[in-house]
């Protein structure tokens, strides 16, 4: 069975220190194909250059995390703008998002760096609408506050709403807008109740599977760092929860995730 991670940050410095063995590894498990969202802009040409000297098949999204909202400028976006243009590589705009559970010491400084990433979010979707790609959402008590801004600007490109943990009426939201969920080391949790009785009970089109690595490590490994091969293991416990046999799974997650990144079959 062939897997695709549809998130993980491999240019980060705790994978990118021994990126070939972490790599061989997660070909050793069964992935075949990776998407690595940007974080910021210092690191969007690495990633471009990531893909062409790899044997493992990487997919790029461009983009700024809304953590590092207050060093983004006009001109990152215009250079985004630019390189969705000129490089047939870039599949997707991420990751972007409102993550409304980082805060400042004070109630003013939290309004003013939850506005700040209000105004970028706005801007990248609109870059990405422009260009027709597909985003990669990032979301922490912010799901309302991205469903109003992707309505507003009907937006109509869909993507992935990456980490995704909630209820059934949570998932529909962006189901509906045309969006696709990740699913990851969330679901290995017993505490994550909630979101795992949500994922049994969704249709099978809105699945995607993702580490998140070097984030978010699965019950079990907490503490340690997360690696793209651990991809097999959020399989495995998403198998546990589906009716459907590991095959019949494993092919529909490898489709629906060519389909919310526009990526040919
Ligand atoms: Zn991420």
Redesign the pocket.
Known sequence: MLLFDT?C?LDLPELAADLPAFLAVAMDAGIRRILV?A?EAARWNGLLQLQQTTALQLDVALGI?PWWAESASEEQLDLLAQLLQTEASVCAVG?IGLDFALVKADEIATQQLHQWQQTLFSAQLAVAAQARKPV?L?HRKSQPALLAELKRQQFSQGGIL??FSGSQAQAHAFLDLGFKLGIGGTISYERAQKTRDTVKKLPLSALVLET?AP?MPLAGFQGQVNTPAQLALVFQQLCALRPESPVVLAEALWQNSLSALQLPA
Do not use: G, N, S
Request: net charge negative; glycine share 0%; charged share 15%.
């Open positions: 998130h940050h969202p974080v995390h990751e990669v990032h990456h980490a998140d984030a």
